[in-house]
C-alpha cells in the first residue's frame, strides 16, 4: 500500500526558507517520478515540482522557478522540496505525489497517489 508522510510545514516570514519533506512507503520508490503540488485556499490544485526517477530531470512551476529546488534521495525514499524567497503567495498546503511513471511530469493526470499534505504559512 502506497503511504506518502509529508512533514517540514511551518510558519515563516516573507523572504525566509523552509524545507519540505516526504517519506514514501509501499512501493519501489526509484521506480518512479515524485511531484510537489500545493493548494491555497480557495483555489484549485497546482504543480509545484517535480523530479524523474534518478534525479536527473527536474520541472518547476513559473513561479517558484529560481526559488525552490526539489531533490530525491533514493537509499532513504526520500523526496525535498527546498523553498527559498518565500512570499505570501507561497502560503498552500503543499502535497507529495508519485508518478504513475519515471520521467518527471507537470500534470497532475500523471500522479496517482497522493499525501495528507503539510501547511506552509508565509506571514510578518
Known amino acids: 500500500q502506497v503511504q506518502l508522510v509529508e512533514s517540514g510545514g511551518d510558519l515563516v516570514q516573507p523572504g525566509g526558507s523552509l524545507r519540505l519533506s516526504c517519506a514514501a512507503f509501499?512501493?519501489?520508490?526509484?521506480?518512479?517520478?515524485m511531484g510537489w503540488f500545493r493548494q491555497a485556499s480557495g483555489k484549485e490544485r497546482e504543480f509545484v515540482a517535480s523530479?524523474?526517477?534518478?534525479?536527473?530531470?527536474?520541472t518547476y512551476a513559473d513561479s517558484v522557478k529560481g526559488r525552490f529546488t526539489i531533490s530525491r534521495d533514493n537509499a532513504k525514499n526520500t523526496v525535498h522540496l527546498e523553498m527559498n524567497s518565500l512570499k505570501p503567495e507561497d502560503t498552500a498546503v503543499y502535497y507529495c505525489a508519485k508518478g504513475r511513471f519515471y520521467s518527471s511530469s507537470s500534470s497532475a493526470g500523471d500522479y496517482r497517489s497522493w499525501g495528507q499534505g503539510t501547511r506552509v504559512t508565509v506571514s510578518s
Open positions: 509501499g512501493f519501489s520508490f526509484s521506480d518512479y517520478a
Open positions: 523530479i524523474s526517477w534518478r534525479g536527473g530531470g527536474t
